[in-house]
């Protein structure tokens, strides 16, 4: 991809960072630093956000092995400021491969979980914290949510991401593939609205969002 740096190869595969991710971390430091004036706050803020987008590697690479089982390699990996994308040689021609492939990215995310789960209770921690800050509260506790949340947006069924992967899948099971990836086009397209309008009245970030599932 176009305008990122590689950082690193994993299981024969280069994971790239775009030029744009700096920024992100750049805003959530001063973000966090006019808080309260603590640089402790901007390093500890950009160290989550980086052990976040670790946790979007491990989910994309769910993609890409998988992918590779099918006899589907992939070109690379690359972080952006709103996630991780996994390039394939090519789509998987079944509708069933292609369900396989989009869900094993959000199950990378539930197995995750369910680890930090165990270890919260085998620690005798509870699961939900009365702090809802994710980079000041528990570390695991904040690795359990991160990943239960990324596993369910992941699979809102707006094409193309995995959710809306799903859905073509499915549809291409009763319907001739290109009518099902217009039908799953035109569910994300609505999703994306929704998106823009939330993020104008409450997260600016679901603008982005918004945006990128609307192209």
């Known amino acids: ?38 640089l402790a706050d901007a390093f500890g803020a950009i160290a989550f956000v980086i052990l976040l987008f670790g946790i979007v590697v491990l989910h994309e690479l769910g993609h890409a092995l998988t992918a590779r089982r099918f006899g589907i390699p992939t070109r690379d990996i690359t972080l952006l400021p709103i996630g991780g994308v996994a390039r394939l040689e090519k789509m998987p021609e079944e509708p069933g491969t292609e369900f396989l492939v989009a869900v094993a990215g959000p199950a990378v995310n539930v197995a995750l979980a369910a680890v930090c789960a165990a270890l919260l209770f085998g620690l005798g921690l509870p699961l939900i914290d ?21 596993a369910v947006f992941n699979m809102i069924p707006a094409f193309p991401m995995d959710g809306g992967r799903v859905l073509r899948a499915m549809l291409a099971l009763r319907l001739e593939y290109t009518r099902a990836t217009q039908i799953a086009a035109y569910v994300g397209q609505a999703l994306a609205l929704v998106f823009g309008l939330v993020g104008l009245l409450w997260n600016p970030f679901l603008l982005f969002i918004a945006f990128f599932v609307w192209i």
């Open 1 to 38: 991809m176009k305008w990122s740096l590689r950082i690193g190869r994993l299981a024969g595969i280069d994971v790239f960072v775009h030029l744009t991710f700096p920024l992100l971390l750049a805003w959530i430091g001063v973000s966090y630093y006019l808080e309260r004036r603590v």
């Open 130 to 150: 009365e702090s809802p800050d994710l980079i000041t509260g528990n570390p695991l506790r904040s690795l359990l949510w991160v990943n239960i949340a990324l």
